[in-house]
């Protein structure tokens, strides 16, 4: 297993350990960490009895639920839950957090508002003073397919910075997220230093966006696996 690899999936089964509890009602988020974390619940789950119960925030985090055998649920039938783990594509001094550079945000969203406790796994790499320092593909904003456009050209007169239609991989055309909208990522040109809350208040009031990746003010502590096997608390 490389650096990075061990790094997230000590941050992760740090973070499960310190939180789950039995009884719980889990959000599960998406990304490359966050397998590890449904790895190590499940294990506890096996080892510990634990009664869980897990909602999704993405097709992919749905798939491991089931893979690991635990109990799937939905917001329909469990709308509150006690604890939210996901990845984060970078997190600064304050706990904001860009997220959507997989490409899910908005379920992860809806998810952690319905959790009580939102605890965030990454590695060192995603350890940040300010946002960009560290991630440099921008801000992931959801749209409406139609209002890309006007998104884009709005995003960059109010706000300054590159906003790019984020293009498929193994797919001609643009990425498609799980709820069938584009991402635009906006390259900002610096973090104000007033902080982002102005500006996600701004972005969720353009036609047309759906939801941004900026994370404010609701993740609890972050946990980074670190390159020497050591783990950093946030
Ligand atoms: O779109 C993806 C999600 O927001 C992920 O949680 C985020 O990109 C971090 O993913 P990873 O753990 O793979 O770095």
New binding site residues.
């Given amino acids: 297993m490389s650096g990075v690899e061990a790094a997230?999936r000590l941050a992760a089964r740090t973070a499960v350990d310190a939180f789950v509890k039995n009884g719980f009602k889990l959000g599960i988020?998406?990304?490359?960490?966050?397998v590890y974390a449904v790895e190590r619940i499940a294990e506890r789950a096996r080892a510990e009895n634990l009664q869980l119960t897990c909602v999704p925030s993405s097709f992919q985090a749905r798939q491991l639920i089931i893979e690991h055998g635990l109990l799937l649920s939905d917001l329909e039938r469990t709308p509150e839950l006690d604890l939210a783990i996901?990845?984060?594509?970078e997190v600064d001094e304050k706990l904001t957090l860009i997220?959507?550079?997989?490409?899910?945000?908005l379920q992860?969203k809806i998810v952690v508002n319905a959790a009580k406790e939102f605890v965030v796994v990454?590695d060192y790499r995603?350890n940040s003073g300010a946002l960009g320092q560290q991630w440099k593909k921008g801000v992931?904003i959801e749209v409406l397919p139609l209002a890309y456009r006007p998104v884009q050209k709005e995003i960059e007169t109010r706000f300054g910075g590159t906003a790019k239609l984020r293009m498929a991989k193994a797919k001609a055309g643009p990425l498609v997220t799980d709820n069938g909208m584009f991402i635009i990522d906006w390259e900002f040109e610096e973090s104000p230093t007033d902080g982002w809350t102005k500006i996600g208040m701004e972005l969720n009031n353009i036609p047309g966006v759906v939801e941004h990746?900026l994370f404010i003010g609701c993740a609890k502590k972050a946990y980074f696996g670190n390159e020497d096997g050591t783990v950093s608390e946030r």
């Fill in positions: 997230k988020g998406s990304g490359s960490t966050v996901d990845g984060a594509d997220k959507g550079g997989g490409g899910c945000l992860e990454a995603k992931p990746g």
